[in-house]
């Protein structure tokens, strides 16, 4: 038998386990997924409306994205 032992919090073996299919489920029917390349297209910075706030969502050169208000 196997004795797992708990050093600190987050040592915990299965805070590294996958979510449940059925938690995925549930958060892919909440949201949607658009394709980075479909909202900046060969631009490197598109504005985004949010209300009466303008974000700025900008890739970078190595392709990360970041958003700013």
């Known amino acids: 038998m196997v004795s797992l032992q708990r050093s600190a919090a ?6 590294s386990l996958p ?12 949201s949607r997924r658009i ?9 490197q910075e598109v504005e985004i ?8 969502l900008r890739r970078t ?3 990360k994205l970041i958003l700013t208000k």
């Open 19 to 30: 979510p449940r299919p059925e938690a995925r489920a549930t958060a892919a029917a909440d």
């Open 35 to 43: 394709d980075s390349q479909a909202l900046l297209g060969a631009a």
């Open 10 to 15: 987050g040592d915990n073996p299965r805070d």
């Open 61 to 63: 050169a190595l392709g």
């Open 49 to 56: 409306a949010h209300g009466p706030e303008i974000y700025r």
